[in-house]
């Protein structure tokens, strides 16, 4: 391990990192391997096998992520999220209250914009996309963009992303993209280590007991069969325990792709950023276009769409 690898697993496991009123202990953190996209793609694609998530360092244009970021906050401000009288690629939460009806439209308005299109189909990510799942790489259009408040438990539970897409292929891959610097503490994803070994397991003994599905269930992340909503658990330091394994997690950088498999059980933590920046991220869903689609995930992101 490099000195400077080694100084950003020291930081990681320095950070109190929690999720869902339980923080993960330092002994169950690491920290997540950067990988230079300059190694050339077969390199990237082996890291990718091997790990189950390669962690591009500077794949997009830093100015063009910050650039974004304040385009979407500048949209969204008019909603109460923001505090006035900062630059909004800040991102600074407001302190007063939030007319969320009104952000939640806005949202959605802003994953069916132009802009966002643009920007999670950007020249540099189309060209390694399409390198990377060799052939003409497909964007699903159903596209999720978030946003988190300091300061509040918002987090996602554990969970890998094929439990999702069970109606296509599973030669997925999902982008999961940074929009700003988003030091560990602000609750960016964290991976749970070899766990696209685990995902495999678990979407196996799914299959074998699915056999009392019907077609629909069977896809569904909504079934008998499924914890509530998809989920593995809210409780991430149970599972390292249980799997003894660690929980990765890293400074990313605006600029900063994070590509992982649909086996690989990821989560988020609670953003305790003490400057009160919003974290925003989006995750976006790959595949080479000649696989078969999953057909539910052919319309835009709505809010309660059941995926």
Aim: glycine share 8%.
């Amino acid at each position: 391990m490099s000195i400077a690898a080694k100084a950003a697993e020291m930081r990681t496991m320095q950070i109190p990192l929690a999720a869902h009123g339980k923080t993960i202990p330092a002994e169950r953190l690491g920290a997540l391997t950067p990988t230079d996209p300059a190694i050339g793609i077969e390199a990237i694609r082996r890291r990718y096998q091997e790990d189950g998530y390669v962690w591009l360092k500077g794949l997009l244009p830093r100015a063009d992520v910050i650039d974004f970021r304040r385009w979407v906050f500048t949209r969204l401000a008019e909603t109460g999220l923001l505090e006035p009288g900062h630059d909004f690629a800040l991102g600074i939460a407001a302190a007063e209250v939030v007319d969320w009806n009104f952000a939640n439209r806005r949202l959605m308005s802003i994953v069916r914009s132009a802009a966002y299109e643009g920007f999670c189909a950007q020249p540099p990510l189309v060209r390694f996309m399409d390198a990377f799942l060799e052939g003409i790489s497909y964007l699903h259009k159903r596209k999720l963009m978030r946003y988190v408040q300091p300061g509040t438990p918002t987090a996602t539970p554990a969970h890998y992303d094929l439990v999702y897409l069970r109606g296509g292929t599973s030669r997925l891959v999902t982008a999961w993209i940074p929009i700003g610097d988003t030091p560990a503490e602000m609750g960016g994803l964290v991976y749970l280590e070899g766990s696209h070994a685990l995902g495999r397991g678990m979407e196996a003994e799914f299959g074998a007991r699915s056999g009392d599905l019907s077609p629909e269930e069977r896809i569904s992340a909504y079934n008998r069969h499924m914890a509530e909503g998809g989920w593995i658990s809210k409780d991430l330091p149970d599972m390292a325990e249980r799997f003894d394994t660690r929980w990765l997690a890293a400074d990313y950088e605006a600029g900063d792709v994070v590509l992982h498999s649909p086996y690989m059980i990821h989560a988020s933590t609670t953003n305790g950023d003490r400057a009160r920046r919003l974290r925003l991220s989006t995750d976006i869903r790959y595949q080479n276009v000649d696989d078969e689609i999953d057909v539910r995930w052919s319309n835009h992101w709505s809010l309660g769409d059941m995926l």
